[in-house]
């Protein structure tokens, strides 16, 4: 059974295409009479690139998790919502359907209204993937609360920054999380975190891994014991807050070519479209289908398409809590038989990963009731789509490469699973309501086909960033100031001679580490935090498991006992300011590094060194000191 709006044919994609172009409000209204709204929108958009100021829908009434739960209890109340496969597969799994995920949000948005959370409140989440985040995720959704939640692999550092920069007044963490044979101490980091958080007044924490933890006295308290006080109370029933479709739905940390990372924002209307039509159509979703999105709810692939796309859909979405490699790299495939997943949707990274483990972890498993196969987060590589295609999906499979961003709330360019057609390695065509644009550095529009250019977009779609959290000026200058009129994606890209999209890489300072995405800024602020670095220099380079790896040029002035150790306690101390996933690969202690004669880096030739190649570094005759270059490639790390 197929959703109304779901595109089935190449014919219906052209002509929505079409009329989304030629009659946006018309197209967006007309899906949008498909939700649950306590008032309708009028007119269905406002919007100018300048400031920017988009508005989706603007004046209506709505609450998104009536859409993704009370609208379905009459027909499914009884199928899964949700399936917790847990890390260590002899522990067994948990399916809350839609009438108890619904049951246990209510019960925990109880449970924050108790602890004097309120509409508009934000609230933080440090967890890891248990059904508690989505309970909690959905809970604030349901009083209005905005959820910021901190992926689980970041410092206590990157926690309290993100919590002063969104002023948060509670945050919902666990004991512990297990990852693999780790346990990750979520509790501990988030006290760490707090030292520095007056805001904070309430941390709420569920027992899971049984670690000990520290609770301090009038700040901290238990969920359990929290929901047992709602239970006491005798009324499970919690309505929905009244939500304009503009109201804030979350905040997403991201970073970008500065140090700071920045809180995206998404609202409620728009955002909850977007999610849905794009999940809908991008995977075909069927009704009865289980969903298995390997993302963590931590990033917005989890947010989008471990939650609200599904949920709002009504389909079983599949959370796994463990790694991809433990107990052994069949670990996905056993889940995939076990739970009879038909879509499953992962990142390049991982894939080359398994892949490098050969085919004795897919030998015997069932993968046959896989329908469609997904990858997100970076460009996939010829042989990683291959091996996706010919060995987990039995050329039965169609695959989606969907391209998207944090900033952009769901897919905007991608194949529609079995309906037009792939092309290895492209995204192929935008999704109804994506109007791509290639421009040059001058910001001239590259038209026709057979060109290559900086993405941008030039019309907004449902699911578009707002701003960014508590600093207006910092979204209009990232996104929209680049070239006039223009959202501005900071992708390179090209287009076939058919009209394909085809993502190359990040244009800007990003980097893409294994489908995590860190400003080379941010990395060089950690490093110049060690007591003994004068300065530091980080770029990418290809990496073939994690399709970029990070090169960090370092010049260094304590005194070294040996290198070797220095480069541990530069990896300490990045972890400590950022997080485990921001530490170099590769470390070169260097003199100098080269600079224009007005001071600025040259990062150009840094990232050809890096990436080994040694004889074409172009112009470096503006260079303050080019006899720095040749001590460089003398130092390169192999
Ligand atoms: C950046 C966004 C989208 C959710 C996960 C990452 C890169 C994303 C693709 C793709 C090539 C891709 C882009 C983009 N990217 N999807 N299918 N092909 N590149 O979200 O952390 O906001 O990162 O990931 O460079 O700008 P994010």
């Known amino acids: 059974m197929f959703t109304p709006y779901q595109i089935r044919s190449i014919e219906q994609y052209q002509l929505d295409y079409a009329q989304s172009v030629e009659k946006p409000e018309e197209f967006w209204g007309n899906i949008a009479e498909h939700f649950v709204w306590r008032k309708k929108w009028d007119p269905v ?36 919502a949700l399936v917790f496969e847990p890390n260590d597969p002899k522990d067994d799994h948990r399916v809350l359907t839609y009438k108890e995920l619904h049951f246990k949000v209510m019960q925990f948005a109880n449970v924050l209204k108790n ?42 550092q990157s926690i309290a920054d993100r919590i002063q920069d969104a002023q948060a007044c509670a945050v919902i963490t666990q004991d512990g999380a297990l990852r693999g044979n780790k346990i990750i101490p979520l509790k501990s980091v988030v006290d760490d975190a707090l030292m520095a958080c007056p805001t904070v007044q309430r941390v709420i924490v569920a027992t899971h891994a049984r670690v000990p933890v520290s609770m301090l006295k ?20 919690c309505p929905a807050e009244e939500m304009d479709a503009e109201d804030l739905l979350f905040i997403l940390y991201t970073s970008g070519s500065t140090g700071k990372p920045k809180g995206v924002v ?21 009704r009865g289908w289980t969903h298995f999105c390997t993302a963590d709810i931590g990033w917005i692939t989890g947010h989008t398409y471990i939650l609200y796309g599904p949920l709002s859909a009504g389909a079983t979405s599949l959370m796994f809590e463990g790694i991809p490699t433990w107990p052994d790299a069949g670990r996905f495939w056993d889940i995939v038989e076990k739970h009879h997943v038909e879509l499953f949707y992962t990142a390049p990274t991982a894939i080359r990963s398994l892949m490098a483990f050969g085919d004795a972890p897919l030998t015997g498993k069932k993968l046959n009731s896989l329908k469609v196969l997904g990858t997100v987060g970076e460009p996939i590589n010829q042989e990683a789509w ?23 709330g769901g897919i905007l360019i991608s194949n529609l699973a079995g309906v037009t057609p792939s092309k290895p390695t492209f995204a192929t065509y935008p999704l109804p309501g994506v109007q791509p644009v290639l421009v040059d550095e001058n910001g001239v529009e590259l038209e026709g086909n057979n060109v290559s250019g900086n993405l941008c977009i030039k019309f907004p779609w449902p699911g578009i960033l707002r701003t960014t959290y508590g600093d207006h000026e910092r979204c209009r200058q990232t996104y929209f100031s680049t070239y006039d009129n223009l959202y501005f994606t900071g992708d390179g890209c090209l287009r076939d001679e058919e009209g394909r999209y ?69 990896h300490q101390t990045v972890a400590r300011i950022i997080g485990s996933i921001a530490k170099p690969d590769k470390i070169q202690f260097v003199e100098g590094l080269p600079k224009t004669r007005s001071g600025k880096i040259m990062r150009r030739i840094l990232r050809k060194i890096a990436e080994g190649e040694l004889e074409n570094l172009g112009d470096t005759s503006t260079l303050l000191d080019p006899s720095v270059v040749a001590d460089i490639q003398q130092g390169r790390l192999v």
């Open 386 to 408: 291959h091996w996706y295609d010919d060995r987990i999906g039995a050329n039965q499979c169609p695959i989606v490469d969907t391209w998207w961003q944090t900033e952009t």
């Open 502 to 570: 085809r993502i190359t890489g990040r244009v800007d300072d990003v980097l893409n580490v294994s489908g995590h995405r860190i400003g080379t800024a941010e990395v060089e602020n950690a490093i110049n935090r060690h007591a003994g670095v004068v300065e530091s220099a980080v770029v990418g380079y290809p990496h073939p498991i994690k399709g970029q790896g990070i090169y960090a040029y370092v010049i260094f002035n304590g005194m070294h006992e040996d290198e070797e150790l220095t480069r541990q306690d530069i």
């Open 266 to 286: 998404h609202t409620c209307g728009g955002y909850m479209v977007w999610a849905n039509y794009t999940f809908v159509n991008v995977f075909q979703y069927q």
């Open 45 to 80: 958009l406002n919007w100018n690139f300048k400031e920017p100021n988009i508005e989706w829908f603007p004046g209506a009434k709505l609450n998104i998790t009536e859409n993704c739960l009370d609208r379905h209890l009459p027909a499914l109340g009884d199928q899964p």
């Open 218 to 237: 009038g700040r901290d308290c238990w969920w359990e014991d929290e929901i047992k006080k709602v239970e006491t109370q005798g009324n499970p029933f």
């Open 115 to 156: 602890n004097g959370i309120k509409k508009g409140d934000r609230v933080c989440l440090y967890m890891g993937m248990v059904p508690e985040l989505a309970i909690a995720v959905l809970a604030c959704a349901r009083i209005g609360a905005v959820h910021s939640v901190i992926f689980g692999g970041f410092s206590a």
